[in-house]
Structure formats: structure tokens, C-alpha cells
């Protein structure tokens, strides 16, 4: 009962508040419920699980619409990367962005039910991770 009357006042509140349907479908966007930390739980290349090379792998997605990427080998060694994103609710696909040298690329990949599915191709072998949200 206790839940219907807050979700009966929330209601109320946002019916009378002056929002527009518009400002409404926003409120995901300043929510960012996909932000936060997620972890490789799969890393092949070429075919080749190489996820044991690595101690971690992380994709970090900011609120502000910034990402990084790091990874850390086993036995030492780490880096990684860093830009921007943007994630596409109706196409469910997320596209980063990295400026470089030789400017700007952008890459877009699938995101399904949490998941983000990178396919990259290198040096004529597919490099494929999924990273999973931090539980």
C-alpha cells in the first residue's frame, strides 16, 4: 500500500511540476542508468581467449558522456584509453568516440540488456570483449 501511495504522490507531483512529455523522456538522460563500471567477462582474439592474460579489463561510462577503457596484465603492464560516448536507447548501440593524431574515430557497438559487445578487427584477426555492468 505504502508503494502505490508514493508512486500515486510521484505521479502528481510530475503531472503538476510544468514538465513537458519532452522534459519527461530526458529524465533517463540526466539519470544515466547505464553510467558506471563494467567488467570484461570475455576477451578472445582471432578465436583465442587471451582474458587470461589480463588481471582486469574495465570500461568506465562517466554521467558526462566520457569514457575509459583500462586493462592491466598479468605479470605487469597496463594502459588504455579514453573519450567520449553516446548510447542510443532506440538502437540499442553505443558509439565511442576517440580523438588522435589523425583526428576523430568513432566506433559504434551492440549494447543488449546491459552488455556492451566490442568487435574490432586487428591485424586481420576479430578482437571480441563483453563487459557486463559491476554488480
Given at each position: 500500500m505504502r508503494k502505490v501511495l508514493l508512486c500515486a504522490a510521484l505521479s502528481l507531483c510530475l503531472l503538476f511540476s510544468g514538465c513537458e512529455a519532452?522534459?519527461?523522456s530526458?529524465?533517463?538522460?540526466?539519470?544515466?542508468?547505464?553510467?558506471?563500471?563494467?567488467?570484461?567477462?570475455?576477451?578472445?582474439?582471432?578465436?583465442?581467449?587471451?582474458?587470461?592474460?589480463?588481471?582486469?579489463?574495465?570500461?568506465?561510462?562517466e554521467r558526462d558522456g566520457t569514457f575509459a577503457l583500462s586493462y592491466k596484465k598479468k605479470g605487469g603492464g597496463e594502459g588504455g584509453l579514453a573519450g567520449?560516448?553516446?548510447?542510443?536507447?532506440?538502437?540499442n548501440t553505443v558509439s565511442f568516440t576517440i580523438e588522435g593524431e589523425d583526428?576523430?574515430?568513432?566506433?559504434?557497438?551492440?549494447?543488449?540488456?546491459?552488455?556492451?559487445?566490442?568487435?574490432?578487427?586487428?591485424?586481420?584477426?576479430?578482437l571480441f570483449a563483453e563487459f557486463a555492468p559491476h554488480a
Open positions: 519532452s522534459e519527461l530526458s529524465l533517463e538522460e540526466i539519470s544515466s542508468p547505464y553510467a558506471g563500471e563494467y567488467f570484461c567477462e570475455k576477451l578472445t582474439l582471432g578465436g583465442r581467449d587471451v582474458l587470461s592474460l589480463f588481471e582486469k579489463v574495465t570500461l568506465t561510462l567520449s560516448y553516446t548510447l542510443d536507447g532506440e538502437q583526428g576523430e574515430t568513432t566506433r559504434v557497438f551492440p549494447y543488449e540488456k546491459g552488455r556492451i559487445f566490442f568487435e574490432v578487427p586487428i591485424l586481420g584477426r576479430l
